[in-house]
Structure formats: C-alpha cells, structure tokens
C-alpha cells in the first residue's frame, strides 16, 4: 500500500474540531463524511459535546476505541499543536490540517508552520496542508473536505485523479469536471505543503489502480526531484499527466547575470522539466479537462494523422486549419480510396476533410462504409466526425452510432471522436464504447491534439543520467581567458588565444598567431564586452594592434572607471559558420540546465532557445539542436554547405557534464559558439559561480 493511501481512502476517519453547525468549517465536514455515501467509522473530536451531528463524540483523539486511519483537524492555528500531539500519541500515521492561519499569513504563522512539520516528521506522520482544502475519493463516497461546492454539486466516481496546491482551483476542477460528465477517482489540495505536495500525489495517482488520467496544478515547487520521479512514474505506468502551473519567479540573482539566466526564467526551466519526464503542461482548465476526457473514454491517437468526416463543408475546413494550427496532420486521401468514398456517396466532396453534404441525410448508413474505407486507406491516428445536431434526434441516429462504434471496435488503438451538439442518453451511450463526444470544432482538436502529443512525450520521457561530482574549482570569478581554460578542460574547443597584460604583449602574440587578429578587453568585472565597445575585429598588422590595446584600455575605463582590467586577449580572426549560444545555469528547484540557441549580440533579441537538463546524451543533446528554430541553419541554409552538427553535440554534452559536476558554478555562457564546416570553437564565454 502506498503510504498515502489512507489519506484518500481511510476505513476511520477522526474530525478534530468537529461541529454541530453545518456552516463551520468543522461541521461543514463532518456533514459530508455522514451523508454523501461514506461508509467507513466516522469519530467527531469536540472538547464540550457528548454527540455531534447525531453521532458519539469524544474530548480528544487519545480516547477513541481505535487509531484511526486520518485525522481531518479544523481547529484554530493555536491548538494544531496539541492536537498533532494527541494523534502522535495515540498512533495516527496521517493527518489532513484544513486550519488555516499559518505561512500564508507570514510572521509568527510561518514559525508555527515550520514546528508543526517538524513536530509530524518526529513522529512519523504525513500531512497535507496546513490551509489546504482535504481529499476526495468519490468512488468510495469519501468526501474529506469543507468544500461549499458540495452543497449544490458532487463529483462523480470516474478515472481521473486531481492534485493541485490551491483548493479553491481544485474545487473549481471538481465542479467543472463533473458539470462536464468526468468522473473524479481521487482528488487532493496539498494546501501550504509543509509536508506532502503536489509531487507527492502525483506519485500516489501513479500507482492508483482507479486513476487512469492524471490532472495536477502548481503555483510553486521546492522539490524539483521529487516532481521529477512523480512525472517519470506516471508516464513509466502510461498514465497522462496534464498539468498546469501559475505564477512565476526569477530564477536567481546570480543567473540574471548572463543571457543564459535572462532568456531562461523559472517558466522555460519548468517547461523544460514537464516535457522531458512525459508531461502535457496546458493553459486552462479548459483545455485540462478536455484532454482530461478524451484520455479517459478511449485511446491516445497513435500518430499526428486525422481525416475528417462532415456533414458541413465549412466546419471540415474549420477543423481541419486547427488541426495543422495545433501541429496535427490532415492527409489528403489517396485517389482510389476517394472513388470507393464516391461509389457510395456520390456528392462528396473534397479530399480530406470529407464533406458529405447534405445529401447524406436520408442515407446516413454510409457513413459507416465512408469512415472505414479512410481508416483503412490512409496513415490515421484518430477520424472525427462533424454530425452538425444529429446527435439529438434519437430516431436517426442509430446508423451513425453502429459506423462509430464499429470504426472503434475495429480499429482499437485509434481515437474516434463526435463533434455534435447531443442529449445525454446518446452522449453516454458513445463513452460507454470509448468514443469522446464534444460539441465545439476546436476544443475537440485541441483534445486530440494534447492526447497525441502525451503519447509522444511519455514515449521519450527519461531520467536524467546521474553524474560523480567533481572537486571543487577554488573560483568566485574567472575572466574570458579562466573561463575558456575551464570549459576547453572539459572538453569545449576554443580558438588560439593569448591573455596580454601590455600593447607589447598583444602584438607578439598577434605576430605568433597570424593575422588578421581579434583583440578583446579582458576583465572579471565585464561581462559583456560589446556593451562597452570592448572588441576590435580584423586587425591586419602590428600597428593596428598596439593602438587597438590602448583604443580597448581606454574605452573599458571610461565605460566602467570601477572595473579591474586585465588587459586584453588576442585570438585569430575566424569567419565562416554560424553563431549559435550553448550554456548552462543552475535552476534553484531542478539544478543545471543546459541552453542551445542561436547566437550573437542579437540573442535575447530572437529568443530562439530551447533548454535541457544536465547532464546530457548525445541523443538528448541532438533533440535539444532540433528544438530550436534555428537548427535549420545548420543543415546548409540556401545552398550553404551542411555545418558540423556532431561537433556541437560533442561541445553541448561536454559543457553539460561540467555544469552537472561542479555545484559552484551559477552559469556558463558560450556566445558565439561559432559551428563551421569543420568543427566549432568558442569564441567567448562567461562562467559565473554560486554559492555551491
């Protein structure tokens, strides 16, 4: 059993601050318990009254005849303490705190927070909240909540699970799935999460054998490895987990420092995780529960293919433009199987969407031979229906339900889907069979559109290689020429380069390196050099290199007189290539990522980056190239010669170990990394270190 198990499903359930008044919280929940069809052994806890609600109750948890299962306390914030003191005592292993008045409210709440986790961590209990809303597992008639909802409305039994933070967003998840016909197998509102949170419950719907689709919401998370396995468990048990998250932070003062840490932001990092451990992140309760359905009636579409059935020429062409809009594919039908489409049903029109017309109206049979001859004839992971408002007359809709239901039953691993407006009786008939019914065009697309691509992404959901740490660097800061001799030791090719105290200096290592030359101002307190006029390019001779030492000097000390400067750093002038940013930074929640990007002085312009976890593959480095917009440049642009795409893989995997071993280090920037024809080199790079 998992060891939350009792928090969704107890067979003894104790209300600490039970009431005999209905609109308190405390009676509010033990009216639930009583009424709604749970039928475990319910004990109220209330100081002054022998019975509550017309059942026995008792001063404290220390007397009741059994330990049982979860204690639900709704008392005020200054008697948790003592009541979690009674609980441990008696043997309780799980309590909901509904109380609110604590970190919410900051100041001396937080304080009492803290001591209430550590007061349940000493004696081994878990907990949701405090300030959470408690859990539901309508199944099993178990309404452990306060929730107002429950008075005009009751969630179903069904096979998606809720977790979410906010209980008002989870109340407001309950009504609108049951409003819509989704059935809730449990649901959870992990509140303030001094101790279980939303990855926690995750991982306990994971293994649910009654949840089969997963809904979860954060506003926040502090416990990036844990929300990691949660995820790669469910998607590892092929169960979809859509989820969402609100809110944002800056990811860390020290990262800002950087384009990597700017262009990054707590939400690409976040993003970054759901995709790469299987899970669909949505924008709306809407678009949640819509794949939330589809998910739960029937199968996940195999492919990107859709064909398109209409009685309306015009909604065909709607849904058609939002399934390519949502990264789905509407294949033309081959010839021959247009003229078997035509056999039957001789006004039909176009190639996919397929338009009936009207015509079909009193031969409506042939839909069934229409739909099976597109399955067969083409690559489809799913066919959608438009049957305009058929599904209303219960007198002609039978031949439609026999074509539906017999593409389901033989075509079984494909999503089959109405678009209809419909009355109940037809609606629950087509779900009873595993076909989704929906009554707007486009909600239906963006349905199939997050089932198919969950099936994908669970499909490439992965852990994150773990990597040896290495021995610390001994830095706090490292100018161009440190930070190049560091990621050139892990493996990242940089050019030919010599740091010059003096304009002597700089032209003996031009006059070593060749020309033409590049000089570069070199100090740990720039971090970036063209802001300041801090680079000089194609510099031919000795006499352009010693005045460009002194144009370099004075332009770095009247833009910066605070900086320390080191001289400059003198490489060989390269062309040719692209430049392209690879770097790295150290997420707060889910430690190194590693970006790719299109680079230059223009990045934060494009903003075409993508980000991965470290450390990387090289199959997870060449997936992290294809994910950005730019990677195309680097096939051989307007008959451009294709660029080394295996040495920046290499580069891209070598930066990540680096990041991955060494906790000291903030961020890394590489920008340019210029990739050739030939090989990449960096032609600059910024590391900047953290606390460790």
């Not at 639930?32 to 948890?61: C, D, M, W």
Request: aromatic share 4%; proline share 5%.
């Amino acid at each position: 059993m998992h060891e939350l198990a009792k928090m969704f499903r107890p067979q003894s359930v104790a209300v600490v601050g039970a009431s005999g008044d209905p609109e308190k919280l405390g009676g509010r929940a033990l009216l639930h318990l009583k009424t709604l069809g749970y039928t475990g052994r319910i004990y109220p806890i209330n100081v002054s009254a022998a019975e509550v609600q017309g059942l026995p109750a008792f001063r404290s948890v220390m007397d009741l005849p059994e330990v049982p299962d979860c204690a639900l306390i709704l008392l005020p914030a200054g008697l948790v303490a003592k009541a979690v003191e009674d609980c441990a005592a008696k043997g309780v292993k799980h309590m909901q705190v509904l109380s609110s008045g604590f970190a919410e409210e900051g100041g001396e709440g937080v304080a009492m927070q803290q001591r209430l986790a550590e007061q349940a961590r000493a004696h081994g209990i878990r907990f949701t909240g405090p300030n959470c809303l408690g859990s539901i597992s309508p199944p099993d008639g178990y309404f452990g909540t306060f929730s107002s909802l429950l008075a005009t409305a009751r969630p179903g039994p069904g096979t998606v699970g809720v977790a979410t933070q906010s209980g008002a967003y989870g109340s407001h998840i309950y009504a609108v799935a049951g409003f819509r016909g989704i059935g809730i197998s449990r649901a959870i509102a992990t509140g303030n999460e001094a101790d279980v949170d939303v990855a926690a419950a995750i991982d306990y719907l994971a293994e649910d054998p009654g949840t089969k689709v997963i809904c979860a919401s954060l506003e926040g998370c502090t416990n990036g490895d844990g929300l990691r396995r949660a995820l790669l468990k469910a998607a590892a048990a092929k169960k979809p987990v859509i989820i969402m998250k609100v809110g944002s932070t800056e990811v860390g003062a020290a990262a800002a420092a950087t384009h990597t840490g700017s262009l990054a932001g707590e939400d690409r990092v976040i993003d970054t995780v759901f995709r790469e451990c299987g899970a669909l992140r949505v924008s709306s309760i809407e678009e949640m529960l819509d794949v939330a359905y589809l998910c739960s009636v029937g199968p996940k579409p195999p492919s990107a293919g859709v064909g398109i059935l209409s009685v309306s020429g015009g909604i065909g062409v709607l849904m058609a433009d939002a399934c390519v809009e949502n990264g789905l594919e509407v294949p033309a039908m081959p010839p021959e199987v247009l003229a078997e489409i035509r056999a039957v049903q001789p006004m039909a029109g176009g190639r996919n969407p397929i338009d009936t017309t009207a015509q079909l109206a009193g031969r409506l049979h042939v839909v069934e031979t229409i739909s099976q001859t597109m399955m067969r004839g083409s690559e489809l992971g799913a066919v959608m229906f438009y049957l305009a408002h058929l599904g209303r007359d219960l007198k002609r809709f039978p031949p439609l339900a026999k074509a539906l239901t017999g593409l389901r039953r033989d075509f079984p691993d494909r999503t089959v889907v109405a678009v209809m407006t419909h009355v109940d009786e037809v609606r629950l008939a087509l779900e009873a069979e595993g076909i989704a019914v929906f009554e707007d065009p486009n909600r239906a697309v963006r349905a199939v559109a997050g089932a198919e691509r969950l099936l994908r992404l669970q499909a490439g959901a992965a852990a994150v290689p773990e990597i040896e740490a290495a021995a610390p660097l001994g830095l706090s800061v490292a100018n161009e020429a440190e930070a190049k001799r560091l990621i050139a030791a892990a493996g990242v090719p940089v050019p030919a380069e010599h740091a010059c105290a003096d304009a002597q200096a700089a032209v003996a290592a031009a006059d070593t390196l060749g020309y033409p030359v590049v000089l570069k101002i070199l100090s740990d307190d720039i971090a970036h050099k063209t802001e300041v006029g801090g680079v000089l390019l194609n510099l031919a001779d000795a006499e352009a290199v010693a005045a460009g030492f002194a144009t370099l000097m004075e332009r770095a000390r009247r833009a910066r007189p605070d900086a320390r400067l080191d001289g400059v750093l003198v490489a060989t002038m390269l062309k040719g290539g692209v430049e392209t940013i690879i770097g790295t930074l150290r997420d707060p929640v889910f430690g190194p990522m590693v970006m790719f990007g299109l680079g230059g002085v223009a990045v934060e312009l494009f903003k075409d980056v993508a980000f991965a976890s470290a450390p990387l593959t090289r199959e997870r480095a060449g997936k992290l190239i294809a994910a950005s917009r730019g990677a195309r440049l680097l096939e051989g642009w307007r008959g451009g010669p294709p660029l080394d795409r295996s040495a920046l893989i290499d580069a891209l995997v070598a930066l990540s170990r680096f990041a991955a071993a060494h906790a000291e280090v903030e961020s890394v920037e590489v920008n340019p990394f210029l990739v050739r024809e030939k090989g990449a080199v960096a032609l600059d790079a910024l590391v900047s270190f953290g606390g460790g």
